[in-house]
């Protein structure tokens, strides 16, 4: 009889032949039969799809590939996989992870530990500090770091890492989380958080979060996000800002 999952892991991928680690995928899954992984093969164009199906025919009752027609972008890709997920599995836990693993599949499991009373999303933070390896180009770190920043600024939350790809919730919150399209393909990390915030009020909305600080995040290979992106982040999250803005004075006014 097949253990049924307690946590289900959304993977995106997109042109992940080489960055795949089937043996890395495998060992956990063996480890921990109460985990479910559903890749989100999103539109590909290399032989991600075929690797994925090996991956599938070693550990058929585990893993599940949802497949996108076209490209649509992390934030799609994750939230169709989310809803699917919560559509056809009884989990506890679902969260998402980037394909290439930077954070291993064990550490971000240990999330779990931190979902319980009021917490019911915990995440994973690429802090460097004493005891951690945070391996990652010092460029893209300084850069990473002035982003975040100004981030944390306009979420008024003292967060330090809002785009690690690593983050898992209860079921019951990431329902609410993914009901809607986001705005951003790749922010919508920021948004996580700005509909937490719509949901629970942000003091409200701070303790029902928790930043984990990771013992290990490794930088593979090239980022999918495109230089260019770097002019365009700050037009999404101004846009992201207006929004949600936009969100809190209807419901304030809605109150009245």
């Not at 076209?70 to 394909?99: M, P, T, W």
């Not at 930088?219 to 999404?236: M, N, Q």
Request: hydrophobic fraction near 40%; proline fraction near 2%; glycine fraction near 4%.
């Amino acid at each position: 009889m097949p253990i049924l999952p307690n946590t289900s892991i959304v993977i995106p991928c997109y042109n992940e032949e080489k960055g795949i680690s089937n043996s890395e995928y495998s060992k956990f899954l063996r480890n921990n039969p109460e985990t479910f992984i559903c890749f989100v093969n999103d539109g590909s164009k290399d032989n991600t799809l075929e690797i994925l199906n090996v991956l599938k025919a070693k550990h058929d009752t585990q893993i599940h590939i949802l497949s996108l027609e076209k490209n649509s972008g992390k934030a799609e890709a994750v939230r169709a996989g989310i809803k699917f997920c919560n559509q056809n599995f009884h989990h506890e836990f679902i969260g998402y992870l980037d394909a290439d693993l930077a954070t291993t599949l064990e550490e971000f499991i240990d999330l779990r530990n931190y979902l319980k009373g009021e917490v019911v999303f915990s995440f994973g933070s690429r802090i460097r500090k004493i005891g951690s390896t945070i391996e990652r180009e010092n460029s893209r770190f300084l850069i990473g770091r002035v982003v975040a920043t100004f981030i944390s600024n306009i979420l008024e939350i003292k967060v330090y890492d809002t785009q690690c790809g690593s983050k898992l919730f209860t079921r019951e919150i990431s329902e609410k989380l993914f009901q809607k399209e986001f705005i951003s393909k790749w922010l919508f990390d920021v948004e996580l958080f700005y509909r937490m915030i719509h949901l629970f009020e942000r003091e409200k909305a701070i303790n029902k979060m928790h930043e984990v600080p990771l013992k290990l995040w490794v930088e593979k290979g090239d980022s999918k996000v495109k230089f260019t992106y770097g002019f365009k982040l700050w037009f999404d999250l101004f846009k992201i800002n207006q929004e949600y803005k936009r969100i809190a004075k209807n419901a304030s006014n809605t109150n009245l």
